[in-house]
């Protein structure tokens, strides 16, 4: 059996063969670092982690790369905004990255490269696409000549002309074809801006994925990933520039996650229907984002909902349950080996691992791969007992652990579980008070009670302990 991969380049599943044996290149799209992430960044985080899980979980050495964009239109407006710099705004919005992110079950990368700390390296890359005639220059601004690209629109499957008649192209009388994109910046006043043979400036956005790659994995690497919407102009144009660098293909594989929408409809912040994780996580335990999104198969589109969200919460509930209720029995048994028809009991359970395995090699199947371990738990739940030999019940425990740990799921304690979401719930009813929200405050108050929580407020701070 061998991994397959659906490649965005080619439409079709492809048996997923390394560059280097037993080892992965990695590449995944991460953040602009001017606010906190959006249930739609979520997606992608949480999918190309589980696929990077599963192929360390199949023996590759994973190389794991994911960039923080640093400096960005959006990172300078905020800093206006709030009156701090870009410098500081992208450094709070990393670290809050981080908190969503660890919530979120994401294993951090190999490397979190930012722009800032490659601008020398993104000036010598533009430099070398200028010398061998894929960049020009106007007035400072450095654009990377599409036309000179022959492949331009392979990844998209489109030809320049329909790309340029479909396309909402900015007006730039600089540039010499309307999908020419900038590669270099001239800086405008009350910009961030670095020393280039072309004047002060910095990066445009399609260029530091390509450096970054290239920097910390080589020029030629074996997955590269994000969300659908990347697809163009993004990775395109990474491509472009890359492989009119190096001559050589930039990623043998392509893969994209497919749209979130909420309550079945686009995701905007016009519509008013737009949720960072952090306002999630004051409703939801994180992990239940984390499970609803693999409940899905990653290139079909996911429909984002109360409804869908108390599916998943009930659903990880029942495999907490099974866990918990085994852990219990196991807990209460003497030593006993297993017996001969425990033994052909026991062999099922590979039968399990065996499915799981198949679903996850066919295109990171996690949906298939969740009804596996819901399989599982039936099974556990219809043969372990208080009467089952202590190591049978291990072998259970064995086989439930490892399929849930390959997608990161079903992996804390209740009382941790209860702990997090009591002080999340303390925090919520004192920014309340805060903000004078007094109603609010006793709203939660009576909700912690209700589970058991009594509160004392006290001079060194709002203490609590269960009756």
Same mark, same amino acid.
């Not at 919460?313 to 907490?320: F, N, P, Q, S």
């Not at 439930?400 to 992996?411: A, G, M, P, Y």
């Given at each position: 059996?061998?991994?397959?991969?659906?490649?965005?380049?080619?439409?079709?599943?492809?048996?997923?063969?390394?560059?280097?044996?037993?080892?992965?290149?990695?590449?995944?799209?991460?953040?602009?670092?001017?606010?906190?992430?959006?249930?739609?960044?979520?997606?992608?985080?949480?999918?190309?982690?589980?696929?990077?899980?599963?192929?360390?979980?199949?023996?590759?050495?994973?190389?794991?790369?994911?960039?923080?964009?640093?400096?960005?239109?959006?990172?300078?407006?905020?800093?206006?905004?709030?009156?701090?710099?870009?410098?500081?705004?992208?450094?709070?919005?990393?670290?809050?990255?981080?908190?969503?992110?660890?919530?979120?079950?994401?294993?951090?990368?190999?490397?979190?490269?930012?722009?800032?700390?490659?601008?020398?390296?993104?000036?010598?890359?533009?430099?070398?696409?200028?010398?061998?005639?894929?960049?020009?220059?106007?007035?400072?601004?450095?654009?990377?000549?599409?036309?000179?690209?022959?492949?331009?629109?392979?990844?998209?499957?489109?030809?320049?002309?329909?790309?340029?008649?479909?396309?909402?192209?900015?007006?730039?009388?600089?540039?010499?074809?309307?999908?020419?994109?900038?590669?270099?910046?001239?800086?405008?006043?009350?910009?961030?801006?670095?020393?280039?043979?072309?004047?002060?400036?910095?990066?445009?956005?399609?260029?530091?994925?390509?450096?970054?790659?290239?920097?910390?994995?080589?020029?030629?690497?074996?997955?590269?990933?994000?969300?659908?919407?990347?697809?163009?102009?993004?990775?395109?144009?990474?491509?472009?520039?890359?492989?009119?660098?190096?001559?050589?293909?930039? %990623?043998?594989?392509? &893969?994209?996650?497919?749209?979130?929408? !909420? @309550?079945?409809?686009?995701?905007? =912040? /016009?519509?008013?229907? *737009?949720?960072?994780?952090?306002?999630?996580?004051?409703?939801?335990?994180?992990?239940?984002?984390?499970?609803?999104?693999?409940?899905?198969?990653?290139?079909?589109?996911?429909?984002?909902?109360?409804?869908?969200?108390?599916?998943?919460?009930?659903?990880?509930?029942?495999?907490?349950?099974?866990?918990?209720?085994?852990?219990?029995?196991?807990?209460?048994?003497?030593?006993?080996?297993?017996?001969?028809?425990?033994?052909?009991?026991?062999?099922?359970?590979?039968?399990?691992?065996?499915?799981?395995?198949?679903?996850?090699?066919?295109?990171?199947?996690?949906?298939? %791969?969740?009804?596996? &371990?819901?399989?599982?738990?039936?099974? !556990? @739940?219809?043969?372990?007992?208080? =009467? /089952?030999?202590?190591? *049978?019940?291990?072998?259970?425990?064995?086989?439930?652990?490892?399929?849930?740990?390959?997608?990161?799921?079903?992996?804390?304690?209740?009382?941790?579980?209860?702990?997090?979401?009591?002080?999340?719930?303390?925090?919520?009813?004192?920014?309340?008070?805060?903000?004078?929200?007094?109603?609010?405050?006793?709203?939660?108050?009576?909700?912690?009670?209700?589970?058991?929580?009594?509160?004392?407020?006290?001079?060194?701070?709002?203490?609590?302990?269960?009756?």
């Amino acid at each position: 059996m061998s991994v397959k991969l659906y490649n965005t380049m080619t439409r079709q599943k492809e048996e997923f063969v390394p560059i280097e044996q037993g080892k992965v290149k990695m590449y995944v799209c991460g953040p602009t670092v001017y606010n906190y992430i959006h249930i739609g960044n979520a997606r992608p985080f949480i999918i190309f982690d589980t696929l990077r899980r599963y192929l360390e979980y199949r023996g590759y050495d994973v190389t794991y790369v994911q960039n923080f964009t640093d400096v960005d239109d959006k990172i300078i407006k905020r800093g206006h905004e709030e009156g701090i710099s870009p410098e500081e705004v992208a450094s709070k919005y990393i670290n809050e990255y981080f908190v969503d992110s660890d919530g979120l079950g994401i294993k951090r990368a190999t490397v979190h490269p930012q722009v800032t700390d490659n601008i020398e390296q993104i000036i010598a890359f533009v430099k070398e696409l200028e010398d061998k005639g894929y960049a020009y220059e106007v007035n400072g601004d450095v654009y990377f000549d599409t036309k000179k690209f022959e492949g331009y629109g392979k990844l998209s499957k489109q030809k320049q002309d329909e790309l340029e008649a479909g396309a909402r192209i900015e007006v730039n009388d600089q540039k010499r074809h309307p999908m020419d994109f900038v590669l270099w910046k001239a800086k405008k006043e009350g910009e961030p801006g670095w020393s280039s043979p072309w004047g002060e400036g910095r990066p445009g956005w399609h260029i530091e994925c390509s450096v970054m790659s290239n920097r910390y994995l080589g020029e030629t690497i074996d997955i590269h990933a994000g969300g659908q919407d990347l697809t163009f102009p993004h990775h395109e144009n990474e491509i472009a520039q890359s492989e009119a660098r190096s001559g050589k293909t930039f %990623a043998n594989y392509w &893969i994209h996650n497919g749209y979130i929408n !909420i @309550n079945n409809e686009k995701m905007s =912040k /016009s519509k008013g229907n *737009f949720f960072t994780v952090r306002d999630i996580s004051k409703l939801y335990d994180l992990e239940i984002v984390r499970f609803f999104m693999l409940s899905a198969h990653y290139r079909n589109p996911v429909n984002f909902s109360d409804e869908m969200l108390n599916q998943a919460k009930a659903g990880l509930e029942r495999l907490y349950n099974t866990k918990e209720k085994l852990e219990f029995t196991i807990s209460n048994l003497n030593e006993s080996s297993i017996t001969e028809e425990e033994s052909s009991l026991a062999s099922e359970l590979d039968s399990y691992r065996a499915k799981f395995i198949a679903a996850m090699d066919d295109d990171v199947n996690t949906a298939d %791969a969740i009804s596996v &371990i819901f399989e599982l738990a039936k099974f !556990i @739940n219809s043969n372990v007992s208080e =009467k /089952s030999s202590l190591e *049978f019940a291990k072998k259970c425990l064995d086989e439930f652990n490892e399929l849930t740990s390959v997608l990161n799921i079903v992996n804390k304690k209740k009382d941790d579980i209860l702990d997090e979401e009591i002080e999340s719930l303390i925090q919520k009813r004192t920014e309340a008070k805060k903000n004078k929200e007094y109603q609010l405050a006793d709203e939660i108050r009576q909700e912690l009670l209700d589970k058991g929580i009594v509160l004392e407020d006290t001079r060194q701070g709002v203490k609590w302990k269960r009756i």
